[in-house]
């Protein structure tokens, strides 16, 4: 059974640091590309980060440079490591794996909250 289970969120103050956990269980991680997404209330699903089975990742321009998104084979397990939060950036996160044929799988997201 695949499963994908985030982890990390919480309170967090403005300019404080977290990282979010996603492992995934399924022996396709290895090839899959994984992804963190967000939604806040009103909003839709927006990508936050990515990376690609080689290591490449991908970013918008609206967390470039706080976002890190790594990935470890080994514990088959996605991370995102946020830095300076804002208050924008409160939102379910979503992990999500990209297969080939369309096939993807998502977690059941992790709340993070930014607010003094």
């Known amino acids: 059974q695949v499963q994908l289970v985030e982890s990390g969120g919480g309170l967090v103050q403005p300019g404080d640091s977290l990282r979010l956990s996603c492992k995934v269980s399924?022996?396709?991680?290895?090839?899959?590309?994984m992804g963190w997404y967000r939604q806040a209330p009103g909003k839709q699903r927006e990508l936050v980060a990515s990376?690609?089975?080689?290591?490449?990742?991908n970013y918008p321009e609206s967390v470039k440079g706080r976002a890190t998104i790594s990935r470890d084979n080994a514990k088959t397990t996605v991370y995102l490591r946020m830095n300076d939060l804002k208050p924008e950036d409160t939102a379910v996160y979503y992990c999500?794996?990209?297969?080939?044929?369309?096939?993807?799988?998502w977690g059941q997201g992790t709340q993070v909250t930014v607010s003094s």
């Open positions: 399924g022996s396709f991680f290895k090839t899959a590309t």
């Open positions: 999500r794996a990209q297969l080939g044929g369309g096939l993807e799988y």
């Open positions: 990376i690609t089975n080689g290591g490449s990742t």
